[in-house]
């Protein structure tokens, strides 16, 4: 999902932080209905946050010791806010005028207070100091040769011959123990496994999944006839909310790089026909910005010319299948979206204030001396009877004259702005007129049809033509459980019809969701056609992971008990993401990345790598829009340090592939006189995976 007025950055406004000792202090996560960030709280500096005007819920966990908070209370200006200890305090927050926000955290009192800060002028680049925890020593393990002794309990029999991933040296067990050189660069780590390789099991165990994110437009572009359709522009600044020429063809170009690392799907954003125009982007309308990300549909039936045509997606699909790779397709139904310029004019919808207000190409328009891109709402008149020509008030929510207005609830909510389809009603509609005359789409009348009979046609057209394995759902809980149920139903079927007409065989149809702040348990939305869900939470704790990696320890344990225990429970970890920031730019550190890589990728469960992780990907351009920045151009021309970040990520992704009892299988921690370790099993598959503590700073 994307809002228009993002949560603005506080890495480089000026943002006080942390001294280095003071890490055992709780974390504060300030989230919108469609982005968050967290920050870790220090009791001797306030945090400064940037906030743009909007309704946030802030969740401070962590608190340790003896204490506990009101069941209501309030956010006001400079009164103590009473936490709760161990467990997290959630609280309302609205912010009426954008500017600088501090939170400042009392270790004594279990209490944070928040106030508006002055304006600053000057902006600085902030990076986190990297977590103070406790951590055995790297040092301590080695013995006057170098060498490091495994104890490996009874997971193999004696004379067993097992291969280390990284150093690819082979020993033998003797005395339940192993002892060999580590790797350099491995972040002190070691991946045991047998050295007689077991073939791998045909079809995939999607709790070891390994699933890479591609934002389609910001990915590879090989195709430039088409980055510039329906008449987009550049803005010819720093291009932070514009179309950057990514399509279909440049995932195809690029499918053996991604087999590389691991991968064993592909999700890509939407790629369906996006509005054709420009809203203004961020709180002060400081860029144009269209719909790049995918998540602002005009028609739900066909691809967006700027990512390629059916010919590419069928290619995609075949070539990456070829590689034993599964295809995800984002699927959104909640919201359509905005009403562009280019659109009202493009579909005859004339809501113009006054004749001439606009451009004859109203596409063209840009703002004026001392206006701004959200200017452009004035050429618009809201209160035109002819917005019954758009979408229609038995389509949408919305606040237009005719439409229902949004409400207050999850379902019937207005996400970011977004016009919220009333997926709810059993009541027959019939599309809107532009959209039956929209060149090239699928869309047709329908007999009885309900406003969630015709979303759920249009999503599982694309499994009946090309095989698609499975969806990303976007903002589940905002749409009704019955929906979700009837889309896997009759995606599933139509995947089974796809497969005999083209004589293949292959896995049932596989639903991720994206339950906004869900954490990995095993919750009733499983139960609405979900095989895994998004688990929000291993980001924060990938922070300390990659300080120590045996600070994984409870972490990995909690998720493999309640893999072993709920036959359908599978969290989808994620170290970064579109909606949230990148794990790089929190601490700028190669060594971080890596250690956090190895943390991410031996979780259990099934696990998703954002373009670019791999490399160390950093923000872009973002003005006052943080997440704009978390799309930046994927990085193809590399240095030294990133070329060996990629390469200890193919080791381990190809590794955790190899395996899958890393994701789905029984954990078990294996006692060391150093160090942190423990076995993975799943059926005759088991794997060794040794830390050896961290070097001395």
């Not at 944070?112 to 977590?131: G, W």
């Not at 739900?300 to 995800?328: P, Y």
């Not at 038995?394 to 207050?408: F, Q």
């Not at 929209?438 to 499994?463: H, M």
Request: a negative charge; one cysteine or more; glycine letters at 8%.
């Amino acid at each position: 999902m994307f809002s228009t007025k993002a949560i603005a950055t506080a890495y480089t406004l000026g943002l006080t932080l942390v001294a280095a000792n003071a890490f055992a202090a709780p974390t504060i996560t300030i989230s919108t209905t469609t982005n968050s960030r967290d920050f870790p709280l220090d009791p001797q500096n306030a945090l400064v946050v940037p906030l743009t005007k909007d309704s946030y819920t802030l969740n401070i966990s962590g608190v340790e010791g003896d204490c506990s908070a009101p069941e209501t209370q309030k956010v006001k200006f400079n009164r103590p806010l009473q936490l709760q200890c161990g467990a997290p305090t959630e609280l309302p927050l609205k912010i009426r005028f954008t500017g600088d926000y501090s939170f400042a955290y009392d270790e004594q009192q279990h209490s944070l207070t928040f106030k508006r800060e002055p304006k600053k002028s000057t902006k600085k680049e902030f990076k986190r100091p990297i977590p103070n925890v406790t951590c055995d020593a790297f040092s301590d393990s080695l013995d006057s040769d170098g060498l490091v002794t495994v104890n490996l309990g009874d997971s193999y029999p004696e004379g067993t011959v097992l291969t280390e991933a990284f150093s690819q040296q082979t020993v033998v067990v003797k005395d339940q123990a192993v002892q060999f050189k580590p790797a350099a660069n491995s972040g002190n780590l070691a991946l045991f496994e047998p050295a007689e390789k077991k073939k791998k099991p045909q079809n995939l165990d999607y709790r070891n999944a390994n699933i890479y994110f591609v934002m389609v437009d910001r990915f590879n572009n090989a195709d430039s006839s088409n980055d510039q359709s329906y008449g987009r522009r550049k803005d010819g600044k720093d291009e932070v909310g514009t179309f950057h020429g990514g399509d279909l063809k440049g995932v195809i170009e690029k499918l053996d790089y991604i087999q590389s690392l691991g991968t064993d799907a592909i999700w890509l954003s939407p790629i369906v026909e996006q509005v054709h125009g420009f809203v203004g982007g961020g709180d002060s309308g400081s860029f144009p910005f269209y719909a790049y990300h995918g998540y602002w549909t005009r028609d739900f039936t066909k691809i967006d010319e700027n990512f390629g045509n059916d010919n590419d997606l069928q290619t995609l699909v075949q070539e990456a299948h070829k590689r034993g790779i599964k295809v995800l397709l984002d699927a959104v139904i909640n919201h359509s979206g905005y009403s562009t310029l280019a659109d009202l004019q493009f579909d005859g919808v004339n809501v113009q204030t006054q004749p001439n207000s606009l451009p004859t190409k109203w596409a063209d328009w840009t703002p004026k001396s001392g206006e701004n891109w959200h200017n452009y709402h004035k050429n618009i008149d809201y209160k035109s009877p002819n917005w019954s020509q758009w979408w229609g008030g038995d389509w949408v929510r919305s606040g237009l004259p005719g439409y229902t207005a949004p409400g207050s609830s999850d379902i019937t909510m207005s996400l970011a702005g977004l016009p919220d389809f009333i997926t709810e009603s059993d009541k027959a509609v019939t599309p809107p007129q532009w959209l039956l005359n929209n060149p090239g789409t699928r869309v047709e009348k329908r007999d009885n049809y309900s406003v969630a009979d015709y979303l759920i046609e249009w999503q599982i057209d694309w499994v009946k033509r090309f095989g698609i394995d499975g969806y990303r759902v976007d903002t589940v809980k905002h749409v009704e459980g019955d929906v979700w149920k009837r889309l896997k139903k009759e995606a599933s079927s139509s995947l089974e019809t796809w497969r005999k007409a083209n004589d293949k065989s292959g896995q049932p149809f596989w639903m991720m969701g994206e339950v906004w702040g869900h954490t990995a348990y095993r919750s009733p939305y499983f139960d609405d056609g979900f095989d895994a869900l998004i688990n929000f939470d291993m980001q924060k704790k990938l922070d300390k992971g990659a300080a120590c990696f045996s600070q994984m320890q409870s972490t990995y344990q909690d998720y493999a008990n309640t893999i072993q225990e709920e036959a359908d429970f599978n969290p989808v970890s994620y170290m970064s993401s579109h909606d949230t920031e990148l794990f790089f730019s929190r601490f700028k550190s190669y060594d971080m990345q890596r250690n956090a890589a190895n943390a991410l990728l031996l979780s259990p469960g099934a696990i998703q790598v954002y373009y670019g992780d791999e490399v160390g990907r950093n923000t872009g351009p973002y003005a006052d829009d943080f997440h704009q920045g978390t799309r930046s151009d994927m990085v193809w021309k590399r240095d030294n340090n990133q070329d060996t970040l990629l390469k200890h990520w193919q080791i381990l992704g190809q590794f955790r592939q190899a395996h899958p009892a890393i994701g789905a299988g029984v954990h078990q921690e294996i006692k060391q006189n150093n160090g942190y370790a423990f076995s993975r099993t799943l059926g005759e598959d088991k794997v060794i995976v040794a830390y050896f503590g961290r070097d001395k700073s």
